[in-house]
T-cell receptor
Framework: DGGITQSPKYLFRKEGQNVTLSCEQN?????MYWYRQDPGQGLRLIYY???????QKGDIAEGYSVSREKKESFPLTVTSAQKNPTAFYLC???????????????FGEGSRLTVL | AQSVTQLDSQVPVFEEAPVELRCNYS??????LFWYVQYPNQGLQLLLKYLSGSTLVESINGFEAEFNKSQTSFHLRKPSVHISDTAEYFCAVITYNTDKLIFGTGTRLQVFP
């Protein structure tokens, strides 16, 4: 089945450590996104990528980094510079970032990161 | 700048009762509108969308939403809810000229037996 796979589902990290969240899609979508979800705040965009080897900062990019070396993969690294990293992280993809397609996102099941 | 407001953070309702989840948006240009649903510990799924044409749009599981341009609203309704409808619902908007999807803060629908 086509879809988006995120791993790990749950992750614990000590303060000061970097951690990388995996996101893989087999939908052949050009665009991929990372969102952060906190209770009562909805979804906030961290980074997005329209095409391989290119990505742009979203609204809350500080303390995060990404890469897009392959069309199907868009890993997110939460660095030690991120002051409040405990959250639920969602990866998504869409056919493109243009027009109506930009609103039709397919989401993974999320990764819950807890910093101890 | 565009924005989305979901006034109700939580909506408790009994099974088989009707429900309305409110969504208002702010934009000076034309918009596309979406409702997403998130079941516990899962990602979001697209529930329905308004792109153009008929202002009333429906989902496969009995939800409907009506685009009201004069009131800048896109409320989600269901005439009779099930326990399985318990989830968080997010309204989202994208304008014709930005391609940036903005999400509301979500409404948690809790259906009781």
């Amino acid at each position: 089945d086509g879809g988006i796979t995120q791993s790990p589902k749950y992750l614990f990290r000590k303060e000061g450590q970097n951690v990388t969240l995996s996101c893989e899609q087999n939908l052949n979508h050009d665009a991929m996104y990372w969102y952060r979800q906190d209770p009562g705040q909805g979804l906030r965009l961290i980074y997005y990528s329209q095409i391989v080897n290119d990505f742009q900062k979203g609204d809350i990019a500080e303390g995060y980094s990404v890469s897009r070396e392959k069309k199907e993969s868009f890993p997110l690294t939460v660095t030690s510079a991120q002051k409040n990293p405990t959250a639920f992280y969602l990866c998504a993809s869409s056919m493109s970032t243009a027009g109506t397609r930009a609103g039709e996102l397919f989401f993974g099941e999320g990764s819950r990161l807890t910093v101890l | 700048a565009q924005s989305v407001t979901q006034l109700d953070s939580q909506v408790p309702v009994f099974e088989e009762a009707p429900v309305e989840l409110r969504c208002n948006y702010s934009s000076s240009v034309s918009v596309y509108l979406f409702w997403y649903v998130q079941y516990p510990n899962q990602g979001l799924q697209l529930l329905l969308k308004y792109l153009s044409g008929s202002t009333l749009v429906e989902s496969i599981n009995g939800f409907e939403a009506e685009f009201n341009k004069s009131q800048t609203s896109f409320h989600l309704r269901k005439p009779s809810v099930h326990i399985s409808d318990t989830a968080e619902y997010f309204c989202a908007v994208i304008t014709y000229n930005t391609d940036k999807l903005i999400f509301g803060t979500g409404t948690r629908l809790q259906v009781f037996p």
